[in-house]
């Protein structure tokens, strides 16, 4: 198995990187001179992996082509390349979608769209596919979870967890700050936050025979200060507004009133 990526950022790097350490079988794999830090950094930890500063290079000698670039640049860098009947692309371009991306592909190309983020590095991330493909999906495993979809809509719908991640951090700023300006010195701040949420999450991991509402119960008190927490953020307009920030999220990937159709 011959890899290829055109565009070589966070993504790449983190693909890469877990297959490495996974130890999936493949022959080579080639990576798009930008960003040249990150190519030259795989290269040098990477016995198999190569840099080409032609992309046309990589698609002709890519058995699976992995497209990691940023989706303002996606029709300037991939619509002009000459791709293989048969040959797999892996599009990890957010927000474009299957149908545009197969118009500069042509139809005789197999087009499979996946999520994976930064988690894959070490092995752990869930990466939602569509459509079910069994050569990605086992790469995938390799690197945590293939989360299959059955729909374009089901896609793109689970896609928007995966645009909290700022907001989760952009929470624990907020919460590092408040305890800062109390006195609390910051490593204090930071390995008490650190702890307390990684902890959560292992829980909701280790029950999840019980449902969220039975664990954010079970986690407040009748009466106590993590329901007082829980209430006054939802009174003063907390669940309103991270609806309507899924909701501004979601338009950006989903703009048409009616899915598009499978395939």
Known sequence: MKIGFIGTGTIAEAIVTGLDRAGYAYDEIVVSERSAAISRRLSETCARVLVSPDNQEIVDRSDMLFLTV???????????????PAQLVVSAVATLRHDTLSTWTGPDVTVVRAMPLPFVATCEGPTPIFPANATVEDLFAFLGRPVVCRSFAEFETISVVSMTMGLYFGIEETLAAWLAERGIEPGNARAMIDAIYLNLARTGMAEKGRSLSDLRAAHSTRGGLNEQVWHEFAAHGGIDAFRAALNSAYGRVMPQPSPERDG
């Open 70 to 84: 940023r989706p303002q640049v996606a029709e300037q860098i991939l619509s002009g390349f000459r791709y293989r």
